[in-house]
Structure formats: structure tokens, C-alpha cells
């Protein structure tokens, strides 16, 4: 992993891809031990972590919403909305909730304030905001995995990355030790309904 001591660092996680991921390769994140890995010296200077979820508004309890509350008191901003529900031509209950919009907004958004990008996110969607940051003269990084079957890193958005990232070269620094719940710390999220991206 390349990183400079003088960069400006913005990490960008797209929740339910990151969460996916992880799942996938069998471990779950320890946004703490995340947070803390980012914001050593020699990674640069973390100015933000931002955290993207959707949420089932219409529920009393949402099984998501003590991690939410733990990142949000915990030194991540977080970025969220209403899932929205809905049944296509089929008669089948759909769920769209993707953050895609809000994540290229805030990125362009900080841009300018910053020198190095982290996208926690396989989706090839965000290929074409990478380029466009990296012609603003942004390093982008993209944390991924293509070590899962399928991959979950799209081959278009690490090819345009500055520097691809496994999770699974990660899981050392950032994983949850399985034997030990530190306490406040909630449970990992549940896994995240499937979501229509044709909408």
C-alpha cells in the first residue's frame, strides 16, 4: 500500500458493498481498528471518514441502527437514507437503497480540500467519478475484493484506480477478532436486503 505522510486523507465507505465483502471473505470490520489504521501517521492526514447506509425508516427497530449510532459517536460522519420499497411488473417486493448519488456528490464535493481519496466500494458505477477526481490531480485508492467468487471489485473501477486495494491484505489490520467483543462496540450490521440498481 502506497501512502505519503503529507496527504490530505478522505476515506468513503459504502456500506452494504464494504459489508458484502467482508461477509464474503468471512470476517467482519472492526470500524474501530478501520479508523485507527487511517489515521496513523504515516497514512497521511485523515480529515474525514464518511459512512453510507440506507435505512428501513418504517421499522420501530432497525437491527443496522446501533452501529449506525456507535460510527456516528465514534468519530464517522454519517451519510444516510430511507430504503425505499416497491413491487416490480412481476408482483415481486423490490428494495432500492443505494447511496451511489450521495457518495459522488460529497466526493466531488471534498475534492479540492484533499489529496488522496479512499473508496471502500467495488462498484463499477464509480468509475467514471475516480477519473474525474484524478484529473482534479487526486490519488484514488479502491478497497475491494477480487479474491471472492464472483470478484467484488469491478475490473473497470480498479483499473482506474490509483492503487487497488484487497480487503483480504487488509483483514489483519482491520478485522474483528471473532473471541473478543470489546465493549460498546455493537454487532456487525445485518446483512443488507437485495437492492434493484436498475432503478
Known amino acids: 500500500m502506497r501512502f505519503h505522510a503529507n496527504e490530505r486523507l478522505v476515506i468513503f465507505i459504502d456500506g452494504p458493498n464494504l459489508y458484502s465483502a467482508a461477509r464474503t471473505l468471512g470476517f467482519d470490520i472492526d470500524y474501530r481498528r478501520l479508523l485507527a489504521e487511517f489515521s496513523k501517521p504515516e497514512r497521511g492526514r485523515l480529515v474525514r471518514a464518511f459512512y453510507y447506509t440506507a435505512l428501513n425508516e418504517e421499522q420501530d427497530y432497525s437491527p443496522i441502527r446501533p452501529l449506525i449510532d456507535w460510527l456516528d459517536y465514534n468519530g464517522y460522519t454519517m451519510v444516510t437514507k430511507p430504503i425505499k420499497e416497491f413491487t416490480d411488473a412481476q408482483g415481486r417486493r423490490k428494495i432500492k437503497g443505494n447511496m451511489e448519488i450521495q457518495i459522488a456528490v460529497d466526493v466531488m464535493e471534498i475534492a479540492p480540500h484533499v489529496d488522496h481519496i479512499m473508496l ?5 458505477d464509480f468509475r467514471r467519478l475516480v477519473e474525474s477526481v484524478q484529473r482534479q490531480g487526486k490519488r484514488v485508492s479502491v478497497v475491494s475484493s477480487v479474491r471472492t467468487q ?18 483480504v491484505d487488509l483483514s489483519s489490520l482491520i478485522m474483528r477478532d471473532p473471541s473478543a467483543r470489546p465493549q460498546g462496540l455493537p454487532r456487525q450490521e445485518p446483512m443488507y436486503p437485495e437492492e434493484d440498481d436498475d432503478l
Open 120 to 124: 471502500f466500494s467495488g462498484d463499477g
Open 150 to 167: 464472483p470478484p467484488m471489485a469491478a475490473d473497470e473501477l480498479r483499473r482506474q484506480a490509483d492503487q487497488f486495494i484487497d480487503l
